[in-house]
T-cell receptor, first 114, second 111 residues
C-alpha cells in the first residue's frame, strides 16, 4: 500500500452537488493536510489537522468542510461549489516534530465543477 | 509581492548541462527552506532541505542567502529524468506545518 492514497482520482460535479474527497495515510503520521493546486498558481494550504484536531484553517470558504475521524483518515466534504473551485486537491501527511516536518503528498483528486 | 517567487520557465536544456534555479522569499523571518519536485500530473515530493551553510546531494546543490532572501538549486550533469517542475518552499518556523510554495519552475531536459 502506498504511503498516502486519495479517492476518487477524478471528480466532475455540478454546483448543486454534494461530494466528498477521501484521504488515507499508511505512514503512522500524526498530522494531515489539505492543499489546493490551481492551474498556474502555487499550492495553497487549506487545512491542517494534528492528532485529529484542526489547527489551521487558511481562510477557506465554508463550502469546503474537512473531517478527520482519526489520525489516518481525512475527508473534504464539498457543497455548493463554484466553477473556480476546479483544481487539483492534494492531501499530505507528516510526522510533525518541532524541528522537522517533511510532508508526504497523495496523488490528488482532480476536481471539475460545472 | 508574492511570498515566494520563482521564474516559471520553462527551462529547456540539453542532457548533461548544468542548470540553476533561483527563488526569492519576502518574509525575512522565514526559518526553513526546501526544494520539492513535481513530475507532470503527479504529487510534489521533497527533493532536499536547504541549510544555511549550503548542502549537496549527489548532482544537486542547494544554497541559501539570508541577506538577499534567495534560495538556489543547482543541477549538474542533468539527466532526462530530471525533467519536472521544481517548487521552492518556505516556512516561517523551523518544523512549521504552514508551508508556503512558489509557483514552480518547469524544467525539460532534451536528449
Amino acid at each position: 500500500e502506498t504511503g498516502v492514497t486519495q479517492t476518487p482520482r477524478h471528480l466532475v460535479m455540478g454546483m448543486t452537488n454534494k461530494k466528498s474527497l477521501k484521504c488515507e495515510q499508511h505512514l503512522g503520521h500524526n498530522a494531515m493536510y489539505w492543499y489546493k493546486q490551481s492551474a498556474k498558481k502555487p499550492l495553497e494550504l487549506m487545512f491542517v489537522y494534528n492528532f485529529k484536531e484542526q489547527t489551521e484553517n487558511n481562510s477557506v470558504p465554508s463550502r469546503f468542510s474537512p473531517e478527520c475521524p482519526n489520525s489516518s483518515h481525512l475527508f473534504l466534504h464539498l457543497h455548493t461549489l463554484q466553477p473556480e473551485d476546479s483544481a487539483l486537491y492534494l492531501c499530505a501527511s507528516s510526522q510533525w516534530t518541532a524541528r522537522y516536518n517533511e510532508q508526504f503528498f497523495g496523488p490528488g483528486t482532480r476536481l471539475t465543477v460545472l | 509581492r508574492k511570498e515566494v517567487e520563482q521564474d516559471p520557465g520553462p527551462f529547456n536544456v540539453p542532457e548533461g548541462a548544468t542548470v540553476a534555479f533561483n527563488c526569492t522569499y519576502s518574509n525575512s523571518a522565514s526559518q526553513s527552506f526546501f526544494w520539492y519536485r513535481q513530475d507532470c500530473r503527479k504529487e510534489p515530493k521533497l527533493l532536499m532541505s536547504v541549510y544555511s551553510s549550503g548542502n549537496e546531494d549527489g548532482r544537486f546543490t542547494a544554497q541559501l542567502n539570508r541577506a538577499s532572501q534567495y534560495i538556489s538549486l543547482l543541477i549538474r550533469d542533468s539527466k532526462l529524468s530530471d525533467s519536472a517542475t521544481y517548487l521552492c518552499v518556505v516556512s516561517l518556523i523551523q518544523g512549521a506545518q504552514k508551508l508556503v510554495f512558489g509557483q514552480g519552475t518547469r524544467l525539460t531536459i532534451n536528449p
